[in-house]
Every structure is written in structure tokens, then in C-alpha cells.
């Protein structure tokens, strides 16, 4: 913890004028809730505010915006009411410089009460005793932070000064309840909501009174009579005995930990679950096995996997919706039990192992494994963008800023070849989570570079094997999602060190795009997902981004293989300008042999431009309307206009704009400008600042919400966007972009920030109620 400095007598006038507020507002609360029947004496009679009805909801609009997911400023977690009662920590989650694994402190999991997690280190942000009104808000941690902005509100005008750090990697300062006065001295503007707009009064006096008395939790809402036999229901098939049941449990719950499941579709009041190991069986309350990892050994007694209702608020950052329904229990049946095939032996739980899907599910059916990969490929990916990785610069600095994916086709290659194939080449597809969290040299990373290369060498000889059927399929070889499915392509974009999955191909042909088969969708899951720790060490995470540098290339390979050599080549030289020898040569290698001609057959001088309309082709029938192209037919031909201007800007005017930006259309919606940042190649984690491209830099416009981490906000009638257009095209530098953020933006400390906040949110609600979150404002500009 930064060091406060010793008390002084600023100090404990400060912490004097914070309580002295405290108790001028309870004694209000006080007079103002007087009854006739005590002759106008002070009584404490006012209804308390209820949790889940009154003070969640301002929470969440005000509070959650920060203190959500793993970077919640001081690990506090303000999702649930637990997470109010564990508290706060100065030891982060994310540490660059972590040389052992740190202990998990996940909420729900790794402590259930307050005394456990304060014997974790952490320390109480409400009052730990029942007091009167007066103590419970004067010695409360939570409500002491919201009064001092009564004392001491922020300074007037559209930039708050340089004391306040908003970078991602500031040092952060928590204090306990008996460092408050000395915080105050300090850092009196550093009241809550940090950086932000105070509450409006009434909500300020909601919370007020919630915390003066204790905070309680309240009564949970119950889950009605038919969800619970869902449940029910779901658990069965989730606890059959036999050994093949077992086994393809146990795949599910690898693949599911981390969704947001729900069983039947209520819009915002869609009740959440998460699919766990429990050491109760069903019919009792859920008891949660805390385990690093859902691969690492429950121990040793009987455990059950169980569907635990989630009482977490929506954040938009993690929020992964997952259909548990009939028709995806009847493709599960068909796909994995009702499939001819024995498991005569389970698996066990040993590291060395236990991180390898290919030798723990190798007695599943490939095809049934894969079909369930690509069946919810969105949420597939998604989970390596929403997981662990939450903030996840050491993953996401590995990928490009906006790139298109598509997806091998199931059942293509003959599945009993396939599968022998991947049999005999499972020890050369290890991942890092095999050797646990700790500290990695760089032989390990030798070993697993030379397995890669093993691999690549039987793959393609492999394909050789296979050569007529890729000869007689052609493009066929990429799926098409079965005509009807939404998830036969994405398009991934990267915020820096957090990125978006959307389903369709948005915006215009990018940069890159990716094929991605079997054993690499597998892989990436259990990299990036499964087997990633984020509270592992420095080195552990390091391996991590290293490694999927390899299913990054990969997957841009398979892409390149259906152009004609002489054009990979030169993709290849540019998408990888200014790379080491050794990842040029690395690349390149994929190409030294003709293993196959090209799939399709091109009738253009433009060869790639070719493809990707080919490949649109392909999958449009599955992928149908996409939700993020613009409503074209809401603007005047000005406007529309305006909308090319702004999806054409390319070079140093994007390089300007954060990368994203909410425009809210007054009479509208909200449109989302996304910069696409240019680099010369991301075959490094390092330096990446030495191969940044600002004038490739481009806008990507979207209609709605894109993004959950947004930069900045503008705010502007849909007859504004002509001049709105060409004031962001004509941007060069920063003297620009603060007259442009003058005439449109709202900044961080507008008045209208919590309005407009407010609009989105319900606009999203509105749009997309399943996919919904609570966006996060940690990375606000001031600027």
C-alpha cells in the first residue's frame, strides 16, 4: 500500500468535517422522518432501504461501473452483497512482476464469510458491529468514501487535474476504516465514485440510510417452482453414473465453467447460473470445491456437479449467456451418448495430463467434440476474452486490432483417420498449464516450441494423406454453419488489452482473418481459458502469450492456404513486416512445400479480396441481418453520408480518437467508433509501441453498443453528424480532439454523464436483454 503519511492536524480536521457531514445528514434523516406521536423527537422509523429492490439497482449504475470482474479498484466487488461484506484488499489481481503464484481469492469460492476473508487480508468497507445510525456511517469505510465528496467536490471544468491517475497500472491506494482521516488529508478528491460525477441526491440518500443501517442483505428473490425443477433435471444429466456420462460431464463442465447459463429466457430478469462442482448432491445448498483450475483434482471424496444460482449483477466485461434448453440436450444426447463408442477407463486428474484434452477426452468422439466447440463459437472465443483474461493485455497482445474468423468444417476429413492422427500427435499438443502456475525457464519454452514443430510436420503430412478430399471439397472445407447457425463467423476486435467477439464479419475486409480447426479451437480453450491462472505467476502468464503465438499463426495459415502460393508469400512478407528472422522463417515454413493447390478458384487480379467475398458468400446464409450494421434507412442522405465520412477516416486521425467511443444519437441510439490501431507485426510482447503503423490506423462506425471498456463519450442530434464527421476527419492532434470533445463529448465530471450513462444502459437492455451488461468506466479518458 502507498505509505499515508502520519496524522496531522489537516488530517483530523479533514476526518472531522467528514464525520461531522455524516452526522449532519443522519440528524436530517432524523427530523425529516419525526412523527406527530413522539412530539417531534428524532426517530429512527424510516424504512430501511432494501437491497435487491433499492440499493442494488444504484450499485450497479454508480458503483459496479469500477468495482466489477478481477480489476475492481482494491479487489472490491460490489456485483453481490458479498462481495460488500468481504470487503477490500491492497493486493491486486493482475501483477506484472509476480515470481510465485498468488493465493485465489475468488468471491463465492475461495471464502464464504467475512471473518475468512479478513483473515485473507481483507478489510471491512461497511461498519463489522450493530451501532446506532451515527457510528455505522461515521466509522463505515463505504459511506465515509461517498460523504467526502460533500466536503470536497471535484474542481469545475471538463478535465479533472493530473493528481487523479486513471492509467490501468496505477498504484493503488486502499485505506482501512482507521486510515481514512489520513487518506482524506492526502487525497481529498479522491472521494467515490472516483473521478466521477457525484450521486444524485436521492440516490446518495438511498445508500446513505442502507449503510446506516449495516447494510443488509435482505431477502433474496426465490427461484420459481419450474426453474427449480429445471435444475433438477439438469443436474440428472449432469450426474449420470455410467463411465461414458461421467466422462462427457466432465468435458462439459471444463468447457462451461465460466457461463452465464440460463434456462429459459426472461429478458433482464433472466435468472443466472453457473455450472459447478459441488461437494453436496442435489437436493442441498451448493458447497463449491475451490480448485485453481476445473481440471485440477476436486480430491478425493464424491462430488457432484451442480447448477448454483449466481447472484452476481450482469457485468458486460465477463457476461457469457448460454442456452440450456431441449434442443441443446438433444444435440448433446446425439452428439455424446448416444454415439457408438465405449469409455472403459476415466481419466484422472494429474497435471501432466489433466491440461491435455486430447489424451483426458481422447475416448470422446472428435466429431461430437468439435460440433459442440462450433455449435456456440462465439461463446467458444468469447471465453478467452470475458475469462481469466479479463484484462488481458499478456493474451491480447497477440492478436490484431480487428480480424475475421471462420471455422473448418465438421465431419470434413475422414473421422477415424482424423482421430488417430490427433491420438498419435497428443503428447506434441501439451500445453503450459501442465506444469501448474509457477516459474517457467527458457528450456521449458524450447520443449514446447519443438513439439509445435513436430506437430506441424505431421499435420501436413497428414493433409497430404488427405489431399483428395481436400481436392474434391474445396472452399467446402471451411463450415457454413449448417445454413441457420449465426456462429459460422465472427469478427474480433482488440481494445488494447481487452477485445469484443461479435457474430458476423464486420466492417470491411480486414487486415487478417483466421481459419481455425479442431485441435486449435481445443487449444485455445484450454490456454487462454481453462488452463490460464490469473493469479499465476509472471512467467506462467508470459508462456501463455507465447504460446499463442503459435494458434495465432496457425489459424492465419490455414486462411493463406486458399491463395495461390505467390500471394501467401507476400501476406505473409507484410503481415509480418519488421519481425525477427527467426518468426519470418517461422511462418514461412508453412509454404515451403506445395502440400496442397489452392481451394478455390480465382477469376480476379485481386486474389484476396476474391477470397473473403467467397468466404462471405459461404457463411451469409447462416449468418443472416447482423445486429451492428448501420440502420441505414433512420438518416437523410447528409447523414448517411456523414456515416461514410466517418467509416473511411484512415492514418492520423484515427490514430487521435480513443479506441472506443460511444456516440449517443439523441432520437436514435448509440453508435460505436472503433479505431483499429496498425502494427507492423504482433509477433512480440514487447516493444510493441516500436511497431505501431498510426497511418494505417482506421475507423471501424457499428450500430449500438460495441464494447465494454468505452473510452469516451459524444452526444449529438442525428443533424449534427455532418459536422460531427468532418470534425473527427480533419483530427491531427490533441488540440483537435479537445475542441472536438468541447462541442460533443460529455466528459467524466459533466452533469450530463450519469443521464447519458443511464440511456445507453437502458438502451441495451432494451436492444439485446440477454446480452446486456453493466459497462465498465475504468478506462474513461481525461483528455
Request: charged share 25%; glycine share 6%.
Amino acid at each position: 500500500m502507498k505509505a499515508l503519511k502520519m496524522r496531522s492536524s489537516r488530517a483530523r480536521r479533514s476526518g472531522r468535517a467528514v464525520r461531522t457531514a455524516l452526522l449532519t445528514l443522519v440528524t436530517a434523516a432524523r427530523v425529516a422522518t419525526a412523527t406527530p406521536d413522539d412530539g417531534g423527537a428524532a426517530t429512527t422509523a424510516r424504512t430501511v432501504p432494501d437491497y435487491h429492490h433499492d440499493a442494488r439497482p444504484v450499485l450497479e449504475r454508480r458503483c459496479v461501473v469500477c468495482h466489477g470482474c478481477y480489476d475492481a479498484p482494491c479487489q472490491l466487488k460490489l456485483e453481490a452483497h458479498a462481495g460488500v461484506l468481504r470487503g477490500a484488499t491492497q493486493t491486486p489481481v493482475y501483477d506484472g512482476t509476480r515470481l510465485a503464484e498468488a493465493t485465489p481469492s475468488r468471491l463465492h469460492v475461495d471464502a464464504t464469510s467475512a471473518a475468512a476473508w479478513r483473515k485473507r487480508g481483507f478489510h471491512p468497507v461497511i461498519h463489522p458491529r450493530i451501532a446506532d445510525a451515527e457510528t455505522t456511517l461515521a466509522e463505515g469505510l463505504m459511506a465515509r468514501m461517498l460523504t467526502l465528496r460533500k466536503t470536497h467536490p471535484l474542481p469545475a471544468g471538463p478535465l479533472l487535474p493530473a493528481s487523479f491517475d486513471f492509467s490501468r497500472e496505477r498504484s493503488q491506494v486502499c485505506p482501512a476504516a482507521e486510515d481514512f482521516d489520513d487518506y482524506a488529508a492526502e487525497h481529498p478528491l479522491w472521494s467515490m465514485p472516483f473521478g466521477l460525477p457525484d450521486l444524485p441526491p436521492a440516490e446518495y440518500d438511498l445508500l446513505r440510510d442502507w449503510l446506516a443501517a449495516g447494510a443488509p442483505a435482505g431477502t433474496a428473490p426465490v427461484l420459481p417452482a419450474r426453474l427449480v425443477e429445471q435444475v433438477a433435471s439438469w443436474e440428472r444429466f449432469f450426474n449420470g453414473e455410467s463411465p461414458k456420462q461421467r466422462l462427457v460431464a466432465r468435458y462439459l463442465y471444463e468447457h462451461l465453467f465460466l457461463a452465464h447459463l440460463y434456462l429459459e429466457d426472461a429478458g433482464t430478469d433472466t435468472a443466472w447460473f453457473r455450472l459447478v462442482r459441488s461437494s453436496t448432491p442435489p437436493g442441498v445448498p451448493v458447497r463449491i470445491i475451490a480448485t485453481r483450475r476445473p481440471f485440477d483434482d476436486p480430491g478425493p471424496a464424491t462430488f457432484y456437479y451442480r447448477l448454483w444460482h449466481d447472484p452476481d449483477s450482469v457485468v458486460d466485461k465477463t457476461h457469457l449467456p448460454y442456452a440450456l434448453d431441449a434442443a441443446r440436450r438433444a444435440r448433446w444426447q446425439a452428439w455424446f451418448l448416444d454415439a457408438d463408442y465405449t469409455v472403459n477407463e476415466l481419466p484422472g486428474y494429474a497435471a501432466e495430463t489433466a491440461a491435455n484434452p486430447f489424451v483426458t477426452f481422447q475416448a470422446l468422439p472428435l466429431d461430437a467434440r468439435h460440433r459442440f466447440l462450433l455449435d456456440e463459437a462465439q461463446f467458444t472465443i468469447m471465453n478467452f476474452i470475458k475469462g481469466p483474461v479479463c484484462r488481458g493485455s499478456v493474451a491480447l497482445n497477440v492478436i490484431q486490432d480487428r480480424f475475421w474468423v471462420f471455422f473448418s468444417a465438421p465431419g470434413f476429413l475422414d473421422q477415424r483417420a482424423y482421430a488417430d492422427f490427433l491420438a498419435a500427435q497428443k503428447d506434441h499438443l501439451e500445453l503450459p498449464a501442465s506444469g501448474g502456475s509457477e516459474l517457467w525457464s527458457g528450456v521449458h519454452w524450447a520443449r514446447y516450441a519443438r513439439a509445435q514443430q513436430t506437430y506441424l510436420r505431421a499435420k501436413l503430412a497428414f493433409i497430404r494423406s488427405q489431399r483428395e478430399t481436400f481436392d474434391r471439397g474445396r472452399i467446402e472445407v471451411v463450415w457454413d454453419g449448417g445454413g441457420d447457425n449465426p456462429n459460422a463467423a465472427l469478427t474480433v476486435f482488440r481494445h488494447h488489452d481487452s477485445a469484443s467477439v461479435v457474430r458476423g464479419l464486420v466492417g470491411t475486409p480486414p487486415k487478417t482473418a483466421w481459419v481455425i480447426d479442431y485441435p486449435t479451437l481445443e487449444r485455445i480453450h484450454y490456454l487462454l481459458v481453462a488452463g490460464f491462472d490469473v493469479f499465476g505467476s509472471a512467467a506462467h502468464q508470459a508462456m501463455t502469450r507465447l504460446y499463442m503465438d503459435f494458434l495465432r499463426m496457425e489459424s492465419e495459415m490455414n486462411f493463406l492456404a486458399f491463395l495461390p502460393p505467390g500471394v501467401r508469400q507476400d501476406e505473409i512478407t507484410w503481415w509480418y513486416r519488421d519481425a525477427v528472422e527467426a518468426v519470418r522463417d517461422y511462418v514461412s515454413v508453412y509454404f515451403t512445400h506445395d502440400v496442397i493447390a489452392p481451394l478455390y478458384d480465382y477469376h480476379t487480379t485481386d486474389p484476396r479480396r476474391e477470397l473473403f467475398a467467397a468466404l462471405a458468400a459461404r457463411v451469409a446464409p447462416a449468418l443472416g441481418a447482423n445486429r451492428y450494421t448501420l440502420d441505414r434507412a433512420a438518416f437523410d442522405d447528409a447523414q448517411n453520408a456523414a456515416l461514410d465520412t466517418l467509416g473511411q477516416i484512415v492514418g492520423q486521425a484515427a490514430a487521435v480518437l480513443p479506441e472506443t467511443s460511444l456516440v449517443h444519437l439523441r432520437g436514435h441510439g448509440t453508435l460505436t467508433l472503433l479505431v483499429d490501431r496498425a502494427y507492423s507485426n504482433i509477433s512480440s510482447m514487447f516493444d510493441e509501441a516500436d511497431r505501431r503503423r498510426p497511418a494505417e490506423d482506421a475507423v471501424t462506425v457499428v450500430e449500438g453498443v460495441l464494447g465494454a471498456y468505452p473510452n469516451a463519450f459524444f452526444e449529438l442530434s442525428r443533424d449534427e453528424l455532418p459536422g460531427f464527421a468532418a470534425a473527427v476527419a480533419a483530427l491531427g492532434d490533441e488540440d483537435g480532439y479537445r475542441a472536438l470533445r468541447a462541442r460533443y463529448g460529455v466528459a467524466r465530471t459533466s452533469a450530463r454523464f450519469w443521464p447519458l450513462s443511464d440511456a445507453v444502459y437502458a438502451e441495451q437492455r432494451a436492444r439485446v436483454p440477454l446480452e446486456a451488461g453493466i459497462l465498465d468506466y475504468n478506462r474513461l479518458e481525461n483528455r
